[in-house]
């Protein structure tokens, strides 16, 4: 004979309910706790790096051109003779910082737009979504390249906002398709009869809805962020103070480090932006599953 | 009119339209420059030596008059289309005497020796893959999936990079870049011929795997979709034969894919600009890298005009294309 469950208290419920919730966690736990680990990983030798092995200055001469990796130079030097190791510390924290101001501006643009036109619908929709198909069918290595030549000068700031205007209309697309939805549900019509005005009611009832698909596309967006940037850099278009990853290979290109061999002046930022890439891409892939468990293979 | 040409008209309609702001951006931003651009490449011509007064003198003319700057913006800009129209892209800044239509030109039929052949093959090899992963299951997809997607999630450029260096400077079995052995000039024979298809398969090679990653990834994703639908369901419990299932499955799963192949096509000129740069591939790309090293505006508004009209007519036919296949779009287009 089996036992006839007890009605279960608020208590019990909450904590059956986190149970449920870790064995999803754990079913996924791999590949996002992998991806979130090396990100984190990535992000505290960038940011702590420099302080903790004291080398604070990417710019200072500390050898010849190509010198091979050393007890001064843990990596080696470039074709100015800066150490590698330091400018790797300082290369992840200007891609990352460009990537987060891209992705944060791509992500604003694309969630006002989208959820304006998913819920006002009508003309401004019409409009809206002309404007972003025009500015997806454009493409936007050629608006970067054109955008990037207008600019003389190109802070870290100005890159990334010109990497966030380019790319902003996927999100947009998306955000408006699921708040086409979400416009017709209940929670919304009770808030718009009890007078909440448009902005407030899209903060407040659409966007809440749809906060895991917003992170999930912010995540997209900083990663194609930070390869932007080391593209448009390899092209020569990078900002012109400062080292990033996509600069580091740049020079190392252009002084025939791969030719002559000197491998510690291209592998490691190479490496640093395919890490990167995958992390995200990791992270990107194993919330994507959380929220869709169609794509669930056990 | 039927609603299929209304469908048509709509298209053509948003084509243009993209086309022409894209040709308006093309001609404002480098314009939007901070001081006169003329100025600033005369300037540095001029820094950099080896130009004599007269030359400097006539190479400002000639920008001028090309630029037609002392004019009011429009029509500057009625001038640039109607240039546009027959053909003529201007004068190089760098290579002075040589129009950017010829530079254009030369390098053109490199790139797309280079990337058609790779996109094709990448493409079929990929889609074959993702479709196995996705049926077979097991130990293929285990394999293969993260596989791909460490591959694919790794920039183009960097497996370019890693590639030359193991396989040319460390291992030295394909010549280290170049389209050609340095010691020929192109010409219709046999070494050059030879010499240019040593130079070929690393680069080759390096853009191959990079497709064959991302389109396994996305045909197995869209298999895995289909696999799961009601139709695929409905047919088992009929007791219909497996490989008529797999065809269903596969023309749907399909779809996607083609588009991806036609986009491919249309994005191919700026597909892979920096794995020329890193192979010195005498190609669009390299073109692009020695004009913006040089400041040589008229080029890079040349290569960058090219890139939008491969990416827009690509866009174009594949709408129109799924407006003759896929009934659904049709239906839409119609109002229903």
């Known amino acids: 004979m089996t036992a006839i469950p007890q009605e279960q208290t608020g208590g019990q419920m909450f904590m059956a309910g986190l149970k449920r919730t870790r064995n999803t966690m754990s079913l996924l736990n791999p590949r996002f706790m992998f991806g979130l680990v090396l990100l984190g990983f990535l992000l505290f030798f960038g940011i702590f790096g420099p302080f903790i092995f004291n080398k604070t200055d990417p710019m200072k001469f500390v050898g010849m051109l190509y010198d091979p990796p050393s007890a001064t130079a843990w990596l080696g030097t470039d074709n100015f003779g800066r150490d590698v190791f330091t400018q790797l510390m300082f290369g992840i924290r200007t891609s990352l910082m460009i990537g987060i101001i891209a992705g944060t501006v791509a992500t604003l643009i694309g969630v006002l737009i989208g959820t304006v036109a998913g819920y006002t619908g009508g003309m401004v929709e019409e409009v809206l979504m002309a404007l972003t198909n025009i500015v997806i069918t454009i493409p936007s290595i050629v608006i970067l390249i054109l955008l990037s030549i207008a600019f003389k000068t190109r802070s870290l700031l100005v890159m990334g906002i010109i990497i966030g205007v380019t790319t902003w209309p996927w999100t947009a697309r998306a955000v408006r398709a699921q708040t086409s939805s979400l416009r017709t549900r209940e929670h919304v019509d009770v808030a718009r009869l009890s007078g909440t005005p448009t902005l407030g009611l899209i903060f407040w009832e659409i966007i809440p809805y749809m906060l895991s698909y917003i992170v999930m596309a912010f995540v997209l967006q900083l990663n194609s962020g930070i390869l932007q940037e080391a593209a448009l850099s390899m092209l020569g278009l990078g900002i012109d103070k400062g080292i990033s990853l996509g600069i580091m290979l740049q020079w190392a290109l252009l002084w025939e480090s791969v030719r002559t061999g000197a491998w510690w002046a291209f592998i490691p930022p190479t490496l640093l932006l395919t890490l990167i890439a995958f992390s995200l891409l990791l992270l990107q892939s194993s919330i994507d599953e959380i929220f869709n468990p169609r794509l669930r293979r056990s | ?336």
Not at chain 2, 55 to 63: D, K, L
Request: include cysteine; charge should be neutral.
């Open chain 2, 1 to 336: 009119m039927t609603r299929f040409q209304r469908y048509l008209l709509n298209k053509a309609f948003w084509f243009f339209l993209a086309f022409f702001i894209a040709l308006i951006f093309n001609f404002l931003l480098p314009r939007l420059m901070p001081g006169n651009p003329v100025d600033a490449i005369v300037g540095q011509m001029a820094t950099g030596g080896g130009l004599s007064g007269e030359a400097q003198q006539r190479i400002y003319a000639a920008y001028i008059a090309e630029f037609g700057l002392d004019q009011p913006i429009t029509s500057q800009f009625v001038t640039y289309v109607s240039r546009l129209a027959q053909g003529d892209l201007g004068i190089s800044f760098a290579r002075s005497p040589a129009r950017v239509q010829q530079l254009i030109g030369q390098a053109l039929p490199w790139t797309i020796a280079l990337q058609l052949p790779a996109i094709i093959i990448g493409w079929t090899l990929g889609n074959i893959l993702g479709a196995l992963a996705a049926y077979k299951k097991g130990w293929l997809d285990r394999g293969l999936f993260p596989t791909s997607m460490f591959i694919s999630s790794m920039p183009y450029y960097c497996l370019s990079i890693i590639l030359l260096y193991v396989l040319a400077v460390f291992w030295p079995i394909f010549p280290a870049g170049g389209g050609y052995s340095y010691a020929l000039t192109p010409a219709l024979n046999w070494t050059f011929f030879s010499s240019v298809m040593e130079h070929y398969w690393l680069p080759f090679l390096s853009l191959v795997v990079i497709f064959v990653g991302g389109q396994a990834i996305g045909m197995r994703a869209m298999s895995i979709y289909e696999l799961d639908a009601d139709y695929v369901r409905f047919s088992r419990s009929l007791g219909v034969d497996d490989n008529r299932i797999i065809a269903y499955i596969f023309r749907n799963a399909m779809l996607p894919q083609v588009t991806g192949l036609a986009l491919a096509i249309g994005s191919l000129v700026s597909g892979a600009l920096i794995t020329e740069i890193v192979f010195g591939y005498p190609g669009i790309g390299s073109l692009l890298f020695s004009s913006i090293r040089q400041n040589d505006y008229p080029v890079i508004q040349g290569v960058t005009l090219l890139i939008m009209i491969a990416v827009l007519t690509a866009n174009f036919l594949v709408d129109i294309t799924y407006g003759f296949i896929d009934p659904r779009i049709r239906a839409r287009a119609s109002g229903d």
